[in-house]
């Protein structure tokens, strides 16, 4: 296994070294940097992992970097980082809008580079990471990343850069989709007549429902759907409502802003 080496140790390098953890990783093999005192107190804590406060320090010896810092310091922590990577490096950037082309710029024109596009529900082992990468990176380098982000979730390698902005608008912003929808339902549940508890405990348990049956079933959604709909019930009706409302669009429409906000921010970086 190798050594793997996190610069920032904030909320996401935390869940990726906690998977890490419970995937078999030893303290030992992972690294940190983080300038916060607060940063690094957490990680001794919830990881009994030491941070260090020294980011050259922490990537010497690392056979794969991971930048888990916001997007608008990884200009300055990149370059400074570029001449102390251990030779055959992989650096991994989850910082959201910033290009290959940026990053190659930073850190070496003929340094592997891996962009990943995680998502929140890494922090509770459901996470949906998008990857792509150069064509610095090797096949073994690509098992170990996969690892790093299978520890929190699935992966999913991407055929072009310009994916990744999509992946943005699907998993990356989806969270948030979703946790609408289910402060929608709640409220309609309890303006019809449900306790606040009951709504959130049905509309909750409704999803995770939802989910369940359609990533174990051999059949599509929309066929899932189809079978839970009876000609004349209560569920068409809804379905109609949702359907003249335009939902269908709107998602669309949503999901294309989230994408053209994506671009706009790989174009300041780039
Ligand atoms: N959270 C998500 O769901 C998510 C999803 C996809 C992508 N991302 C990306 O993941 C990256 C990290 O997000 P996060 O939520 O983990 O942010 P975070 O909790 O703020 O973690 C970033 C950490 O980096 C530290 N830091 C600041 N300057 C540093 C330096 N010079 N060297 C080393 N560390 C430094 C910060 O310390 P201070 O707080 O003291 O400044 C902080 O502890 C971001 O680029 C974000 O775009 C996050």
Redesign the pocket.
Known sequence: MNSIAF????????CLIGGLLATGYRREQLSV????D??RRNLQEQHQITAIND?CAAVRDADVVVL????Q??A??AEDLSAALKPGCAVVS????VPLSALEGWLGDDTAIVRA????P?MVLTGATGLFANNHVSSPQRQTIEQIFNAVGCVCWLQSEKQVDVVTAVS?SGPAYFFLLFEIMQRAAEELGLPAATARELVLQTARGATEMAQTASIDPAELRRQVTSPGGTTQRALETLDQGGLEQLVKRAMSAAVERAEEMSNDHA
């Open positions: 610069i920032g140790g904030g909320n996401m390098a935390s940097s983080d300038p916060g607060g940063a980011n888990a810092v916001k997007p310091l990884i300055n922590i989850i910082a959201a809008g596009m995680p998502n929140t890494a990356g």
